[in-house]
């Protein structure tokens, strides 16, 4: 299957002889020593490319830059941001073709998503574009028939952003959309797997003529020396970061030493839940579609599927039926469902779960091994794979897998599946099909997550507010609420 299309060749034609750099003050800039670090493609384990490998001297004069511009992004008018965020989104759909084979190359999913991503990725720019132009005031009633009392909502500041690895353009485009349009400048950080989607970003804004500095891109491999960097600045008023709950305890208290605003998006563990009401096919292909989402490395992927008993059986065999249709490989051929994994140690977290889990004796319905259908590297691709008769005490219920992994957990009473599924320390989102409305309401408002798909097993999108509550992190991303992340209240009260 693999000789079907030849991957050396897209990737020579697609990447070329670019050779990736810092965006640093609106040039493209090496590193201290022409260091650099190279970026492989998860699927066959071959070098895509190299980028420079910034610390700290480059960090600095990045926060200069974006501190440089700071003044006057700020003061452009709101309708001159968002012109700028329309044309950047309007160059990426042009380019959506090129942007999307780049990130399938670096990050392994398939090319049918990876083009998704991309308008996904642009509509961020689309509806922040829209936003700038409402960042509105108030004029409050004063106390004193003499005063008068305005509210501004101004820019914070210089912001950093680092990003994950899974989401490579739509990540960056949901902070940079925000914090451009509030007037913030921008020093970004793209995950060291896939820096590439970021630099290609960024030669869109210089290319629809975003002024020197307003965005900065730096690449490295070691994440601490631009944390450190970043967080004892004074300059960079807030940091804005998307990954694991265990590095955003860390930044949290780095936050401390200058006082920061954060903006966090982390971990999940996502139930589920299918009640015995639901409508079968719509949620077997709902689980399907939010479980084996980029391979399941999805932070908002359903983790752990709750199946009412009275369904159950019926569920795991339509729902096993599926999986074993999804075709695995690389993710540049044609009809791929199922990409790689990141890396060899996301597998060993797939291997260890199902492990513990057969171990406590759940079943394996399909999958349970590596697929070694794919040439080149050997390790990284995953058969999707279902697992029966699961409890909620198990590895795979309690960590987020981030795999091609399906527990099936039966319950029996609506408040189980509620005290299942809010039994634990993460909130980010949860699932549930069902046709009764009544139960709609009621269950929606019990489950403690930031986004809740009722019958929705997509629910992401631009309008609406990301995020998540406990553990999953600490603002909202997207909607008219992603914006206020990006801005400071001031009052004026003036004496007449
Ligand atoms: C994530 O996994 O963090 C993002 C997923 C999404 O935007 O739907």
Not at 339 to 367: F, W
Not at 394 to 418: K, N, Y
Request: glycine share 10%; charged share 20%; net charge negative.
């Amino acid at each position: 299957m693999q000789n079907l299309i030849d991957i050396e060749k897209i990737t020579t034609e697609t990447i070329g002889d670019t050779s990736y750099k810092l965006l640093i003050g609106g040039e493209w800039q090496t590193a201290a020593g022409n260091s650099t670090f190279p970026v492989d493609n998860p699927a066959t384990g071959v070098v895509l490319s190299s980028v420079p490998d910034a610390g700290v001297r480059e960090t600095q004069a990045a926060i200069d830059a974006a501190s440089a511009a700071l003044p006057g992004w700020s003061e452009t008018p709101a309708l001159a941001r968002a012109a700028l965020l329309r044309k950047v989104a309007a160059l990426m759909l042009e380019r959506r073709e090129r942007l999307a084979t780049i990130m399938t190359l670096e990050q392994g999913k398939p090319l049918s998503e990876a083009l998704g991503e991309v308008a996904y990725a642009a509509s961020f720019l689309s509806w922040f574009a829209g936003e700038a132009e409402r960042i509105y005031g108030q004029v409050v009633p004063a106390s004193a028939g003499n005063k008068r009392i305005l509210v501004l909502r101004q820019p914070i500041g210089v912001v950093a952003m680092i990003t994950p690895w899974n989401f490579p353009a739509a990540m960056l485009t949901r902070k940079l959309g925000p914090a451009l349009a509030a007037g913030c400048t921008v020093v970004c950080k793209p995950a060291e797997q896939t820096p590439l989607s970021a630099i290609e970003l960024g030669k869109l804004f210089v290319e629809a003529g975003a002024p020197a500095g307003v965005v900065n891109i730096i690449t490295c491999q070691d994440p601490v020396p631009f944390s450190e960097t970043i967080f004892k600045d004074d300059r960079v008023r807030m940091v804005s970061f998307t990954g694991s709950t265990e590095v955003g305890k860390l930044l949290i208290k780095q936050s401390a030493e200058t006082v920061k605003r954060v903006s966090l998006e982390l971990g999940g563990n996502a139930p589920f839940i299918v009640f015995d009401d639901a409508d079968l096919d719509a949620a077997v292909q709902g689980a399907i579609d939010s479980k084996f989402r980029n391979a399941g490395q999805t932070c908002v992927c359903a983790n752990r599927i709750l199946v009412q008993a009275g369904i159950y059986q019926r569920f795991a065999e339509a729902f096993t039926k599926k999986v074993i249709e999804l075709k695995v490989g690389n993710g540049l051929q044609p009809g791929t469902d199922i990409g790689p994994l990141i890396d060899l140690p996301a597998r060993t977290k797939v291997e260890r779960h199902i492990a513990n889990a057969t171990q406590g004796g759940a079943r394996v319905l399909t999958g349970g091994t590596p697929w070694t259908g794919a040439a080149g590297r050997e390790g990284t691709f995953w058969t999707p794979t279902v697992l029966a008769d699961v409890t909620p005490d198990m590895l795979v219920s309690v960590e987020e897998t981030f795999g091609p992994v399906a527990p099936l957990i039966s319950f029996t009473h609506e408040d189980e599946a509620i005290r299942i599924a809010n039994d634990t320390p993460y909130g980010l989102a949860a699932y549930f099909y069902t046709r009764d409305v009544s139960r709609v309401f009621r269950v929606a408002e019990k489950l403690e997550y930031g986004i809740i798909g009722a019958n929705d097993a997509l629910p992401s999108t631009a309008q609406a507010p990301f995020g998540g509550v406990k553990q999953s992190g600490l603002g909202r991303e997207g909607g008219s609420f992603g914006i206020d992340e990006y801005l400071e209240v001031k009052y004026i009260s003036i004496g007449l």
